[in-house]
Nanobody
Framework: QVQLVESGGGLVQPGGSLRLSCAAS????????MGWYRQAPGKERELVAT???????NYADSVKGRFTISRDNAKNTVYLQMNSLKPEDTAVYYC???????????????WGQGTQVTVSS
């Protein structure tokens, strides 16, 4: 079993900052790419940012220059630093990781349960 647990969401005013964390645990042999996605009410889930095992990053155009993704491989944890937040960033944020369990030679995508981020005055 592999679990991803997010933390760090909440209510913040426009222009503020939040830092999300997502820790993977369980029967993990290795983790490839990790990432953050979000889903706003009435909209489809969209990619926010991804980071490879080697540290290469990719961002949605809407968050470039404001959000920073990073990871701590020793802790199996991925972070999302969100600055200059806007009301349109309001969504449930989900972390994702491509994990190779101890009992398999393949990688599988795992998702966290989601954490709410609300940007409002």
């Amino acid at each position: 079993q592999v679990q991803l647990v997010e933390s760090g969401g909440g209510l913040v005013q426009p222009g503020g900052s939040l830092r999300l964390s997502c820790a993977a645990s369980g029967s993990i042999f290795s983790i490839d790419a990790m990432g953050w996605y979000r889903q706003a009410p009435g909209k489809e889930r969209e990619l926010v940012a991804t980071i490879s095992s080697g540290g290469s990053t990719n961002y949605a155009d809407s968050v470039k220059g404001r959000f920073t993704i990073s990871r701590d491989n020793a802790k199996n944890t991925v972070y999302l630093q969100m600055n200059s937040l806007k009301p349109e960033d309001t969504a449930v944020y989900y972390c994702n990781a491509d994990v190779r369990p101890h009992y398999s030679y393949s990688y599988y995508p795992y998702w966290g349960q989601g954490t709410q981020v609300t940007v409002s005055s």
